[in-house]
């Protein structure tokens, strides 16, 4: 029942004969935001040029010479492929029938091997590139 001559009891507020003791509570809070801006630029440039290089080597080539020798002289068994003084002799044979089968070395091949250094001279087109670059301030 309530009274007018009474104000009503507030309960929130401390009580004097009471331990318990309201604290008001607060609450902050941050907001960020971010924002870029320049403070510097570079400018690259990147430039492909061309210059003449000269080019002097010395250039071995091989090439093989086949002579064909006759021999024509009979044999007791076949000669194996060998190498004399650096050319390979690969022998050829054919049997031949007589009374008696021998062996006939016709003929022997023989490779000989040659060397030629020729002198090779040029002027070629080579490409490089390069680069150059400026650091620019803003005012920012």
Do not use: W
Request: net charge negative.
């Amino acid at each position: 029942m309530m009274n007018s001559e009474h104000p009503p009891e507030i309960t929130n507020t401390p009580d004097e004969n009471s331990e318990e003791q309201i604290v008001p509570l607060a609450k902050e809070s941050i907001e960020v935001t971010k924002q870029q801006y320049v403070k510097s630029q570079f400018h690259v440039e990147r430039k492909t040029e061309s210059k003449q290089v000269p080019i002097n080597e010395s250039l071995m080539s091989q090439y093989a010479e086949i002579k064909r020798v006759p021999i024509g002289e009979y044999i007791n068994s076949p000669p194996e492929v060998r190498e004399e003084n650096g050319v390979k002799i690969i022998p050829i044979f054919e049997e031949h029938i007589e009374i008696i089968k021998k062996i006939y070395l016709k003929e022997e091949i023989r490779i000989e091997s040659h060397h030629v250094i020729n002198e090779f001279t040029s002027e070629e087109t080579v490409r490089y590139q390069t680069i150059s670059e400026k650091r620019i301030f803003t005012d920012e």
